[in-house]
């Protein structure tokens, strides 16, 4: 009779009974691996996945991320702390007037105060030495003249705005482009005017090669326009990077392309059929406007990962404050002061009043240079999303090991805390609070009192500025109905509730069988 042998494992296919031996071998550790080239039988010396040949197997540890530093909080912010909840919420958004003024000041008023004219460049046929010494003389530095020999091309270059006037010293006649830029065809044809008749040359004939509709008299529709597409760009993104930090790129961008369409369509149907200012052209500026809130869109995205709620500074400073005054809506580049000059060349909003005027007036340079403007403030953007994700993401996993906040951070969650004593107190007055699941209890006639009595016009009371007790007072009670109280026929209002047990819990009912319930929800 032969003997099982025990270094074997027995295959049996019947179940385990319970009380019975089990015997489970130990599996023995496979020192190599099955081979690639067919068959199931493991490759003899083949090391075991995951080791290198020659070294025995170690088990691999997951590695830990450095931990820095906890927070250190400072003197004047723990002093910021003790201030009342709505205090310091108040107090962290009052940069946003001073970055008002201040942006105002320098940009606004510093641009706007004095436009001088400075390198305004002029066209003269033929190449009359007269004229250009004598302005040179009379106003030195203000204007340059460019001799050309044929009085078409000047008079196109007037019209792209490469130009301010024309000059033909021939027929003494002066070409000017109002529809481009009004400020210049009014200035500067008198001024050639006057220096003309200083030498004793009369005044010269006016021309007009690209007038202003009656609708748009003074030239700003563009420049307003501009401001108003701008403004609603940096606007929703602005909003995304203040109160959508953890959606995804796909989400962010869906909403700036829906939110642009919206606003594009707005825009242009308010300034177009509704108001008047332009006629015509609203298909093509609606294109327009739609691609300008996009690309200001995802540029203004981007930034907010790097600055947070601060994104409504740097959005305006390249948008609003610095964009306007650059922009040539107003004055000419040739009448601003430097950067304001220099960055006609860069701002968004040069570009879009160059294809606004060019689109209904037929002046300006054309949108060659408005599309590649549009284009790489796109590509600024998604670059800036792309690599600030990443680090707003590496910033926020530092904070969360670190329990690292801001004092926005914590005065949110003071005034959190305050709104939930303060609602508790509303109800105490009306005989009413809150238990932890959230219902409504009511309160015996001797925890009720209002203690509104103190303050003054300036501080308030120790709840409010409300120094008097609500006209409603104490809030009735009704029961359902279909339930009756006890010992009467009629529902209405129960004036005096119920005894209660302690101060912060209903009392509990008996139940049929006389024993008082037992649990968390007994007492409701």
């Known amino acids: 009779m032969s003997t099982p042998r025990n270094d ?44 290198r040949p020659g070294r025995p197997s170690r088990t691999t540890r997951p590695r830990q991320a450095p931990v820095p530093e906890p927070q250190r909080i400072g003197r004047y912010r723990r002093w910021y702390g003790t201030l009342h909840p709505s205090l310091q919420l108040i107090g962290l958004q009052l940069w946003m007037p001073l970055f008002f003024i201040v942006g105002f000041c320098l940009c606004y008023v510093f641009a706007f105060h004095a436009p001088h004219p400075h390198d305004v460049p002029v066209a003269i046929i ?30 196109r270059d007037v019209v792209a705005g490469t130009m301010a006037v024309a000059y033909d010293p021939a027929t003494n006649e002066v070409f000017k482009a109002s529809a481009h830029q009004f400020q210049v065809a009014s200035l500067v044809p008198v001024t050639l005017s006057t220096v003309l008749t200083a030498m004793g040359v009369a005044a010269p004939k006016i021309t007009e090669l690209a007038p202003l509709p009656a609708y748009d008299e003074y030239g700003t529709v563009a420049m307003y326009v501009m401001l108003a597409w701008c403004i609603g760009g940096y606007m929703v993104a602005m909003f995304i990077g203040i109160m959508g930090g953890p959606l995804r790129h796909r989400t962010r961008m869906a909403v700036i392309v829906v939110g642009g369409l919206v606003i594009s369509l707005i825009t242009n149907t308010l300034a177009g059929p509704v108001v008047g200012a332009i006629h015509g052209h609203w298909i093509q500026l609606v294109l327009i406007a739609w691609g300008w809130i996009v690309a ?91 690599f600030g994700k990443m680090w707003w993401e590496h910033r926020r996993i530092r904070a969360i090991l670190t329990g690292r906040t801001t004092m926005f951070q914590d005065a949110q969650n003071a005034n959190r805390e305050f709104l939930g004593k303060q609602r508790d107190a509303e109800l105490e007055r009306h005989g009413l609070t809150s238990t932890e699941t959230g219902t409504l209890s009511v309160l015996r006639d001797d925890d009720w009192e209002d203690e509104r009595v103190s303050g003054d016009v300036f501080m308030g009371g120790r709840d409010g500025l409300e120094t ?24 209405g209002p129960r004036n005096r509730p119920a005894p209660r047990v302690d101060d912060t819990r209903a009392p509990a009912r008996p139940d049929a069988s006389g024993e008082r319930p037992h649990g968390r929800h007994a007492d409701r």
């Open 126 to 155: 033929g190449s009359d030495p007269a004229l250009p010494a004598a302005v040179q003389k009379a106003l030195p530095g203000e204007y340059v003249f460019h001799v050309y020999d044929s009085l078409a091309v000047a008079k």
């Open 8 to 51: 074997v494992p027995r295959n049996n296919d019947l179940p385990e009974r319970d009380g019975g031996p089990r015997q489970h071998p130990a599996p023995k550790q496979r020192a190599t691996r099955p081979s690639t080239r067919g068959g199931s039988k493991p490759r003899r010396g083949a090391a075991v996945a995951g080791t």
């Open 296 to 386: 200001i869109g995802l540029a203004v995205n981007g930034l907010s990962y790097f600055v947070g709620r601060f994104i409504a500074a740097p959005a305006m400073i390249c948008f609003v404050f610095l964009s306007m005054p650059s922009s040539g809506g107003a004055y000419p580049k040739w009448f601003m002061p430097e950067p304001f000059a220099w960055l006609n060349n860069v701002v968004v909003g040069s570009s879009m009043v160059e294809m606004i005027k060019h689109q209904i007036y037929g002046v300006g340079p054309g949108p060659t240079r408005g599309l590649v403007t549009m284009a790489c403030y796109a590509a600024a953007g998604l670059v800036l999303m792309y």
């Open 468 to 491: 008097e007790s609500t006209p409603t007072g104490r809030i009735p009670v009704v029961r359902s109905g279909s339930a009756q109280r006890p010992g009467g026929t009629q529902n």
